[in-house]
């Protein structure tokens, strides 16, 4: 099971920490991802984070997110800065149990939290 919180409304430019928690089967040999979605539109990856700490992100907010996990605590963190309105969406977190290693293929990923909420304000 998957929880997502730290969603919420900012202005252009500020910056919010999401996190996930995690329960259940060992997190620590898991890769996990963050994806994003609109409603209407496609759900877009946004970054991964392999069992063993490798990230990887998507071109339309690198250099702007970090993605990081504490596996004492099963759970993974996404901090996102120089937030844009176009960062507008529900975020999800998800675990790719079968996997340690990172993909931004959403169809890899079988448990999915709930989603929060950001809205980035022009």
């Known amino acids: 099971q998957l929880q997502a919180y730290g969603g919420g409304l900012v202005q252009a430019g500020g910056s919010l920490r999401l996190s996930c928690a995690a329960s259940?089967?060992?997190?620590?040999?898991?890769?996990m991802g963050w994806f994003r979605q609109n409603p209407g539109k496609e759900r877009e990856f946004v970054a991964a984070i392999s069992w063993t700490g490798n990230t990887y992100d998507a071109d339309s907010v690198k250099a702007r997110i970090t993605i990081s996990r504490d596996n004492a605590k099963n759970t993974v963190y996404l901090q996102m800065n120089s937030l844009k309105p176009e960062d507008t969406a529900v975020y999800y977190c998800?675990?790719?149990?079968?996997?340690?290693?990172?993909?931004?293929?959403?169809?890899?990923?079988?448990?999915w939290g709930q989603g929060t909420q950001v809205t980035v304000a022009s």
């Open positions: 998800a675990a790719r149990t079968g996997s340690g290693y990172v993909s931004k293929a959403s169809s890899l990923y079988n448990y």
């Open positions: 259940g089967p060992p997190f620590s040999s898991y890769a």
